[in-house]
């Protein structure tokens, strides 16, 4: 669902039960970007995977970057699915452009 914000669940929800990742496809300013598919409907997704530890210095620009995707509603920004915190890695999920 667009726009939703993070979901921080200490652990509870591991994203890797909704998501699968595929193949990587590049690096972020912050991260490794795979090519995903979301299992419950089947569609293709960017997962974009932080090391939470590694970046802490950055952790403020991290969260301006989710808070201003998940902002965004225009044809000309990659949309935002979700983000997810899992053990000491940040997971945003947004929508896959070829």
Known sequence: MPGRPAER???A???RSAYELVHPVGRGSFGEVYKGVDKRSG???AIKLIDLEAAEDEIDDIQKEIA???ACDSDY???YH???IHG???WIVME???
């Open 9 to 11: 669940g200490g652990g």
């Open 13 to 15: 929800f591991d994203p």
């Open 43 to 45: 569609e293709t997704v």
């Open 68 to 70: 201003m995707i998940s």
């Open 77 to 79: 920004v990659t949309r």
């Open 82 to 84: 979700a983000s997810y």
């Open 88 to 90: 000491a890695t940040l």
């Open 96 to 98: 896959f452009v070829d």
